[in-house]
């Protein structure tokens, strides 16, 4: 969040967000049950002296940058040269290590020659076992063999390997770097509200499916941003993240590698800070540039930057992931649109907007960014603050038109009339093409790979193969349509595995219904559709029945 101005610094050495993080409550480790005998092998870091960090993360937040709180070291930890093995009867084993950074308020680990193989379990946690996180296993193994811990509160932590006699000496692993958290930042400011309030968040459970919280690394310093799993006009299910540059400026290749992205990271409940504790498939580890606005982060363009996330593991979740819509049209945003993001690293929140947005700059270019200003809810006045950067602003109709860069709002405690100030958001018109004139600085040859011209998209769960729309199931039968493209005039033909209530809809691309037939207990059928006095552009078409839902992408073009 890059703040034009940011007072009372002091507030941030209030709450670390670290402590809060998923959780995978998997299997106990293997001495949380049994007796290991030997004494567990103590690393401790080198001592090193944080005052410049502190200063220099005040002074980079000041200008308008993400929070940023932990500093990264390496070393060169294996199964090899450091820990101790436990020899079970059974010819199972047991390693494990025990890693100190003193005066480190949280601490995470970075590995790469990562390798689970199945029915082993890593776990890490605290020496009082008040903290755990995993099991992790085979199927947090990536293609990169790359992987990274949570942040475990205080100074030290234990990491438990176990593996089982049959698949002994497969297991392998390095710990890199560890980062030591050397300054709490705050929650959110008591003006923001959570995602799950009602009813501000009536609207949008799907939508907050798609907002991640992000973990950016750069370098040695590791701080917090947030963005969208965003869709693209091929339907693929390619793992897109729409965040903004500013975010990952000096970001290396070996960087986006250790860069994790929180799913469903969000309060219980309306009132209070808690957060849920899902699991380590909640959290996915690495990622790749594919385009970036080329601007320093703003200073002269829209500020996006678009990632693709390296991990496939824990593949039956994506099919509960949701993949935001987009739109690219220069009309401003209404009152009523709204920004879903992670103030702080904290739980997810709602802000809504008051007015139309308006046309402003950023830096020194023109027409970059809507400027949006936030009014007051049934359960607060939601604002943005350090964090909330490259969260999206959603217009009325559920899709996103821009990345957040930065702004001068905040909660009235925080600042008198701070609620009434405004924030800007680079525009997603802007990103498409106008921010270069190659592929890596746009938008639009990785959200519409065909060059089909389409200006809009809505979002949906698991748009693989053309499957979405919010209520996928699932299917018990088969639809195909034909031909397609087509010129409006095409015919649907459907195969039941029985007979029952079918119906057909239509929607164009921004989720708005154009076509509807119901047929009543059938099996099977011809349905020839005629919609040429639709526009050309995508549509989607919805077979329905009282089992399941099918939808296939729809492309009328050449009339």
């Known amino acids: 969040m890059r703040k034009a101005y940011l007072l009372f610094l002091s507030a941030l050495f209030l709450f670390s967000p670290c402590m809060n993080a998923q959780e995978n409550p998997g299997i106990a480790p293997y001495s949380f049950i049994h007796t290991l005998e030997g004494d567990i092998p103590v690393v401790t870091m080198p001592s090193h002296d944080f005052t410049q960090d502190l200063i220099d993360a005040e002074v980079f937040q000041k200008q308008g940058n993400y929070p940023r709180f932990a500093r990264i070291f390496d070393v060169n930890l294996t199964m090899v040269n450091a820990g101790f093995w436990s020899e079970l009867t059974n010819g199972d084993r047991v390693w494990r290590l025990h890693l100190k950074s003193n005066q480190a308020l949280a601490t995470c680990l970075f590995f790469d020659n990562f390798f689970l193989p199945e029915g082993s379990a890593l776990h890490v946690y605290t020496p009082d076992h008040k903290q755990i996180y995993g099991s992790y296993t085979y199927l947090d193994n990536q293609g990169n063999e790359l992987f990274s811990t949570e942040f475990l509160k205080g100074p030290e932590e234990i990491i438990e390997y176990f593996e089982p006699a049959t698949v002994k000496g497969q297991g392998k692993f390095r710990i890199t770097s560890l980062a030591h958290q050397y300054r709490e930042l705050p929650m959110a400011d008591d003006c923001e509200v959570n995602v799950i309030c009602s009813p501000e968040g009536n609207n949008w459970q799907d939508e907050k499916r798609g907002v991640v919280k992000v973990l950016v690394k750069e370098g040695v310093n590791v701080g917090y941003c947030s963005g969208s799993l965003i869709n693209n006009a091929a339907l693929d299910c390619k793992r897109y993240i729409l965040t903004a540059f500013h ?160 702004g001068t709002s905040y909660c009235n405690s925080v600042q008198p009339n701070g609620q009434t100030k405004p924030d800007s958001y680079g525009k997603l018109s802007y990103h498409w093409t106008s921010d270069g004139t190659t592929a890596d600085h746009q938008l639009k040859p990785w959200l519409d790979p065909a060059n089909s011209g389409v200006t809009s998209l809505i979002g949906s769960y698991n748009p693989c193969n053309g499957v979405g729309i919010k209520e ?85 073009s050449s009339k």
């Open 247 to 406: 975010c990952g400026v000096d970001a290396s290749t070996s960087d986006f590698n250790q860069w994790k992205f929180y799913f469903n990271y969000e309060a219980i409940q309306c009132t209070g800070q808690s957060d849920t504790y899902g699991t380590s498939n909640n959290v996915f580890t690495g990622c790749t540039k594919k385009a970036d606005s080329d601007d320093n982060g703003g200073d002269s363009g829209s500020d996006f930057l678009l990632l693709e996330m390296s991990s496939t593991t824990h593949p039956t979740w994506w099919t509960n992931a949701y993949w935001n819509g987009w739109n690219k049209s220069t009309s401003a945003p209404t009152s009523g649109s709204v920004c879903i993001h992670h103030p702080s690293g904290s739980n997810k929140k709602i802000s809504q907007t008051t007015g139309t947005a308006s046309s402003s700059t950023w830096g020194g270019v023109s027409g970059t960014h809507w400027r949006v200003y936030w009014g007051g809810t049934t359960n607060g006045w939601g604002v943005t603050e350090g964090g909330s950067s490259g969260s999206p602003l959603f217009n009325t109709s559920s899709q996103i038109v821009g990345t957040l860069t930065g």
């Open 472 to 556: 996928t199931v699932a299917f018990k039968n088969n639809m195909s349509v034909y031909p397609n493209p087509n010129n409006g005039s095409f015919t649907v033909s459907i195969e039941l595995d029985k007979a029952t209530d079918i119906e057909i809809t239509v929607y164009n691309i921004v989720g708005q219904k154009v076509h509807y037939k119901k047929a009543e207990n059938t099996a099977n059928g011809t349905y020839k559709i005629d919609l040429t006095n639709q526009t050309n552009g995508i549509y989607f078409i919805q077979l329905k029945t009282p089992f399941s839902t099918e939808v296939k992408p729809l492309i009328i």
